[in-house]
């Protein structure tokens, strides 16, 4: 097969290559000066006085105009989402996207409680290492090199923060990621294998759309619920 940028671009999963063609979009109309990214920005007054509701989301879309660092965080996003993409955890139509629409959820409610009362404008960076962080604990013996270190998956977010500090950047972004991932892995994971309650499920609503864009069938509630609790179970504990 080519291996072009092409064709690294079109065999991406279909939700990560959407959103990394709008992050890129988005970075190109800030960098143009056809958007204020303030108009985007988490503002959680505005959200709730003035209706902006797309402000839950659209925060999660800029990582800042175009630089070695917005290379970096494309690079792990369009990496680790990916990897997490085509993991079993999210084997039925709309499972992805809505952890996706969870974490940034997730993010925006840690960030007012962080940073109130407007919460930290712009959530990318977090949402990246929220992706990392849950890859992580699917794969957690995944081997990795990092900086010729050979670590294993369940090390890697640890050892991220750890250059972070080294290098004297601001870790506050990925530990709110780190949070986000967490919680779901906790609520999703822990909760129903250790105590049996179901907290978290895809809306069937949600399956079905995402079913009809990518031609999947949906499958049965059985083979779903055999999927998300004994094979889930499995995968942690196993290779």
Same mark, same amino acid.
């Given at each position: ?29 800030? #960098?143009?000066?056809? =958007? $204020?990214?303030?108009?985007? +920005? /988490?503002? @959680? !007054?505005?959200?709730?006085?003035? *209706? ?50 969870? #974490?940034?959820?997730? =993010? $925006?409610?840690?960030?007012? +409680? /962080?940073? @109130? !009362?407007?919460?930290?404008?712009? *959530? ?116």
């Amino acid at each position: 097969m080519e291996n072009t940028p092409e064709q690294w671009y079109k065999n991406l999963p279909l939700l990560t290559r959407i959103a990394l063609t709008s992050f890129f979009g988005v970075t190109v109309f800030v #960098q143009l000066g056809f =958007l $204020d990214p303030m108009l985007i +920005a /988490l503002n @959680w !007054p505005m959200v709730i006085n003035k *209706l902006q509701v797309w402000r839950l989301l659209t925060p999660v879309s800029f990582f800042g105009t175009f630089s070695f660092q917005f290379l970096f965080q494309m690079y792990f996003f369009s990496s680790f989402s990916s990897k997490l993409e085509q993991n079993e955890a999210f084997a039925a139509p709309g499972d992805y996207l809505f952890f996706l629409l969870l #974490q940034i959820v997730l =993010l $925006d409610v840690i960030s007012l +409680a /962080l940073a @109130w !009362p407007s919460g930290f404008p712009f *959530l990318g960076p977090s949402l990246v290492f929220a992706i990392l962080y849950y890859w992580s604990r699917r794969e957690p013996y995944a081997k990795l090199s990092f900086f010729s270190f050979s670590i294993q998956g369940y090390q890697f977010p640890f050892a991220l923060l750890f250059f972070q500090l080294l290098i004297g950047g601001n870790i506050w972004m990925d530990l709110l990621g780190l949070a986000s991932g967490h919680i779901y892995y906790f609520l999703h994971e822990v909760v129903p294998q250790e105590y049996g309650y179901t907290l978290i499920k895809t809306p069937a609503a949600l399956t079905n759309f995402m079913a009809r864009q990518t031609g999947r069938g949906v499958p049965q509630a059985a083979q779903q619920q055999q999927t998300r609790f004994q094979g889930r179970g499995q995968t942690l504990g196993g290779n």
